[in-house]
């Protein structure tokens, strides 16, 4: 199984493509290199943490911190994401509700994938299976 089966990958990668679309298509020219620039990286990189750890899924502890560190980058996006509705700088508010939702989706998916792993996690060759 691939890292792209996992749900928590799935929401990340949906977030990011959003953030990336919204920071560029929505944002004041002077956002795309201050806060949209961070949104941009802080989205990615939960994303690419998700990817990180389950490379290293046969090892317990790694994968938490990665998985940890995930919903750190993602409570950093949703921080930027309030930063960037509370200044005016995106005004669609459907648009903010519609990333919020996801940021919040993201989070209680990694918080509940988290407390799986803690639970259950085995060295096996399919962890996949355990985690789904």
């Known amino acids: 199984m ?11 990668n949906e977030l990011v493509i959003k953030i990336h679309k919204m920071t560029l298509e929505l944002l004041p020219a002077f956002e795309m290199y201050e806060e949209g620039s961070q949104i941009r990286r802080s989205s990615k990189s939960a994303k690419s943490l998700i990817v990180e750890g389950y490379g ?6 790694d994968f938490l911190r990665f998985l940890t560190n995930a919903q750190a980058s993602n409570d950093e996006t949703s921080d930027h994401l309030e930063n960037l509705w509370n200044t005016k700088s995106l005004k669609e508010e459907e648009v903010y509700k519609e990333l919020f939702e996801l940021t919040e989706k993201l989070g209680k998916k990694l918080n509940s994938f988290i407390r799986s792993v803690q639970q259950k996690h085995n060295i096996v060759t399919e962890p996949e299976e355990e985690y789904s």
């Open 2 to 12: 691939s890292y792209k089966r996992l749900e928590i990958w799935q929401i990340a």
């Open 56 to 61: 290293r899924r046969a090892y317990k502890q």
